[in-house]
């Protein structure tokens, strides 16, 4: 069955470091990849799209990286802040039925002052 | 606000209770969702309206009934639920199904079964 696995529940690091989230899957041929920004109480925020064929996308201090044959995504906020804490879930659509969007179960990023 | 209202924000109800959470979006969008979060699981996906036909009912239980009237609500009709229903509720909506551009949520419903 179609699996989404990211890395680690809970990532701490300090202001300004760079944080790197990781997306795997299996059982999957997704055509793109979106990250989302949740806060606690929330719904889900849409930050990055990624499609199959691009290795890499920027907005402002966001990375994301695809790579099909790994199976992975990275998702890396550079200069990090405290501002930036919450949860970070990834999501793999396009495959041929429906569409549909299935999301990893996140990781939840708090950055330190 | 993200342009997806869901009211409540937060329901109590006894298992033998009926109610209905709403969701509207004035987006313009044409696909709208149900999706169900409970603690440390992934979201899991409940349904699918496209210009306002179910196209997808997750094997969900029949204490749980949507309805789209128009493209623009959707409702989720709860009956008889179980304490393990507790849950967020988060509606969601996109333009065309398959949409690669994102979804739009809305700031969920926390739902108690008690």
């Known amino acids: 069955s179609q699996k989404i696995e990211q890395n680690s529940e809970a990532l701490n690091i300090q202001e300004g470091k760079t944080a790197t989230l990781t997306c795997n899957y299996t059982?999957?041929?997704?055509?793109?990849l979106q990250w989302y920004r949740q806060d606690p109480g929330r719904g889900p925020v849409f930050l990055l799209l990624?499609?199959?064929?691009?290795k890499e996308k920027r907005k402002e201090r966001l990375k994301v990286t695809f790579d099909t044959t790994l199976k992975q995504s990275l998702f890396h906020i550079t200069a990090s802040q405290p501002a930036d804490s919450a949860t970070y879930l990834c999501?793999?659509?396009?495959?041929?039925?429906?569409?549909?969007?299935?999301f990893g179960q996140g990781t939840t990023l708090q950055v330190k002052p | 606000e993200t342009g997806v209202t869901q009211t409540p924000r937060h329901l109590v109800m006894g298992m033998t209770n009926k109610k209905s959470l709403k969701c509207e979006q004035h987006l313009g969008h044409n696909a709208m969702y149900w999706y169900k979060q409970s603690a440390k699981k992934p979201l899991e996906l409940m349904f699918v309206y496209s210009l306002e036909e179910r196209v997808e009912n997750n094997s969900v239980p029949s204490r749980f009934s949507p309805e789209c009237p128009n493209s623009s609500h959707l409702f989720l009709h709860l009956h008889t639920l179980q304490p393990e229903d507790s849950a967020l509720y988060l509606c969601?909506?996109?333009?065309?199904?398959?949409?690669?551009?994102?979804?739009?949520f809305g700031s969920g419903t926390r739902l108690t079964v008690v």
């Open positions: 990624i499609r199959e064929n691009e």
């Open positions: 059982n999957y041929s997704p055509a793109y």
């Open positions: 969601a909506s996109s333009q065309g199904q398959n949409n690669p551009y994102g979804y739009t």
């Open positions: 999501a793999l659509g396009g495959s041929s039925n429906t569409g549909k969007l299935i």
